[in-house]
């Protein structure tokens, strides 16, 4: 018994010498380690800081040369904006004043509610309702989801790649009409699945959408994100044009 005790005492003491011994070099490597990684932070920040006033530079140019940059690029066009729910004002303010440089005339703006990506078995059957009701007699509805169909419905009333007969230049009439397109946009305005300014049923050749001020949370397969894709593609399809907008959280990238 004695013994044992004696060797539990040495092991110990050989543990509390070797601790002592041990922590004075941990130390050294552990303030090492710690200036070494203080050094590349301030690096970093300093990096940063001059990649910062890049950006900063580079804006203010933008800013100042965009009337001279945009001036008479799109004379004559007529375009619709398109914004999704959560779309900052101030990019669709900045597109609108971009817009207006570049020469074309912004039709009006149409602004999808949240209601629009809601994937409830209610709100769908509702949509998909509407839509059935409202679709030109001439338009065959493609195979998707309610969102996929209602977005073919808006672009063939608010975009289209024909000058309008009525009017001189390159202005848009909506493919449905202008008296058409104006019914179809009371009644999805009427189930609040959009909000309207300005006069986009008069039709446009050109859109623009501007997406939400930060990424959908599920990502890709978001409903919010499924239906700014299906805006995109239906838009794309019927207009001279379609430009997808936003800032660059909203990306996910």
């Known amino acids: 018994l004695v013994s044992i005790v004696a060797v539990f005492l040495a092991l110990s003491v050989g543990i509390v010498l070797g601790s002592n011994e041990l922590r004075g070099a941990a130390l050294t490597a552990l303030d090492r380690t710690s200036n070494a990684l203080s050094t590349k932070l301030n690096a970093a920040n300093n990096e940063n800081s001059v990649l910062q006033q890049e950006v900063s530079g580079d804006r203010s140019f933008a800013q100042a040369a965009e ?28 597109v609108t004043a971009a817009l207006g440089d570049a020469g074309a005339t912004v039709s009006g703006q149409v602004a999808l509610s949240a209601r629009f990506a809601d994937t409830s078995a209610s709100n769908l059957s509702l949509l998909d309702q509407l839509t059935q009701r409202v679709a030109p007699s001439g ?98 399809s019927v207009s001279e044009a379609t430009v997808v907008a936003g800032p660059s959280a909203g990306s996910g990238q």
């Open 67 to 94: 009337p001279v940059l945009l001036a008479h690029l799109l004379d004559g066009q007529r375009v619709v904006v398109v914004t999704a729910p959560g779309a900052p004002a101030g990019v669709v303010s900045g």
């Open 139 to 236: 338009l065959t509805l493609a195979n998707g989801t309610p969102q996929q169909q209602a977005a073919q419905v808006l672009a063939s009333a608010l975009v289209s790649s024909r000058p309008s007969s009525g009017s001189s230049g390159s202005s848009g009439s909506g493919g449905s009409g202008s008296q058409s397109a104006q019914t179809i946009l009371s009644s999805y305005s009427a189930g609040q699945f959009i909000t309207v300014s300005g006069q986009p049923a008069q039709g446009a050749t050109l859109a623009v959408i501007v997406t939400p001020a930060s990424a959908p949370a599920a990502g890709n397969s978001d409903p919010a994100n499924q239906a700014i894709v299906s805006l995109a593609q239906e838009f794309g």
